[in-house]
């Protein structure tokens, strides 16, 4: 009796110990390398859907997380596989998620493609948020390299109108392009072309991202390379989802207290809420490979004149934060 009594005494020890251990989610929020992850909150749960952060002869999978409180992650095993998208040789990056019509739509880039090469940025569908996925166009929806931009990074955006943008490219070049309301093509613009380019700065890289507050259309992006400890993030606000967007300055660089090439993010924001996270990659100190980035969380803050105040990375991350029940 005595014994069981110590028994259980210890279970209760350990568990309140193991709470105490995760009253923040930690940097990084779960073990693995994984780089450029698209955080967003879909079906009642935070989620985060990452690169797996490989050699591109490997990346032929996506792997995803789900939090209902920001703190302890659940891994979804593979909910986009090379089996599922016919097309796929290598080099799956930067997933982008969004729940419309009743489904979720994974968007990604696919073999890194080169001029005359068949790739680029797909869309695979789910009817839950953890898949499966598959592909749903048995080819890339962006093949051709347009104004200079590979078809990577993508994000999709939707305006308070209905509408939705894409927003993508790597090498240094950025386009906008509206997609269909089932998200399986793209729409011409009034001009007759189908995208546009809306490259900020010179120090565009890749990994646009686009947030509305206030009215207001904060775009944002990578900017170095991303193998080594200058990448960052910087951002720029505008009136329209077209721009122009003027360089404002940096949100997120290396620390060399805590981590180098911090870069490729997303925000999530509690809806309803002016309340934000920034999620992003980072490659720890001790690391020089250029795969080896971990996914983490911090907060992102605004100044009351409506700028962004530079983020603090952090090897806490953040405190629970619970989703209210809808
Ligand atoms: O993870 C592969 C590539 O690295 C992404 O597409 C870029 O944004 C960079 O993070």
Redesign the pocket.
């Known amino acids: 009796m005595k014994r069981l009594f110590l028994l259980l005494l210890a279970m209760l020890c350990l568990t309140s110990g193991e709470a105490k251990k995760k009253k923040t989610s930690g940097n990084p929020i779960f073990p693995g390398w994984y ?2 992850p698209e955080g967003t909150v879909m079906d009642g749960r935070y989620w985060v859907f990452p ?1 797996y ?1 490989a050699p591109f002869d490997e990346q032929l999978h996506f792997d995803a997380f789900s939090s209902r409180d920001l703190v302890t992650w659940t891994k979804h095993e593979r909910v986009l596989e090379q089996k599922n998208v016919p097309w796929l040789r290598r080099a799956l ?2 997933p982008a998620v969004i729940a419309a019509n009743g489904r979720y739509y994974l968007f990604f ?1 696919g073999n890194d493609v080169h001029e005359g090469e068949v790739g680029g940025i797909g869309v695979a569908v789910a009817d839950r948020p953890e898949g499966p996925y598959r592909d749903a166009l048995g080819r890339p929806l962006i093949n051709d390299i347009v104004n200079g931009a590979q078809p ?2 993508q994000f999709v955006f939707h305006d308070d109108d209905g509408r939705y943008y894409m927003y993508y490219g ?1 090498w240094r070049h950025c386009n906008v392009c509206r997609l269909s309301s089932d998200l399986l093509s793209i729409v011409p613009w009034p001009d007759g072309q189908l995208f546009h380019e809306v490259t900020p700065s010179e120090s565009y890289v ?2 646009p991202f686009m947030l509305k507050r206030g009215g207001k259309y904060y775009f944002m992006w ?1 900017e170095g390379g ?1 193998t080594g400890p200058n990448y960052c993030v910087a951002y720029a606000i505008s009136d329209n989802p077209f721009g122009p967007f003027k360089r404002i300055g940096k949100i997120l660089e290396q620390d060399a207290s805590v981590a180098r090439g911090a870069g ?1 993010h997303s925000v999530i924001q509690v809806p309803g809420r002016d309340e934000y996270y920034i999620v992003y990659h980072r490659r720890p100190l001790s690391e020089t490979d250029g795969n080896h980035r971990e996914t983490c969380i911090d907060r992102l803050y605004f100044n009351p004149d409506g700028t962004i105040r530079p983020v603090k990375m952090t090897f806490e991350g953040v405190k629970a934060r619970k989703l209210k029940k809808h």
């Open positions: 780089a450029d690169t952060s990056w930067a880039g990577i990074d790597g890749e990994g990578s991303w490729h």
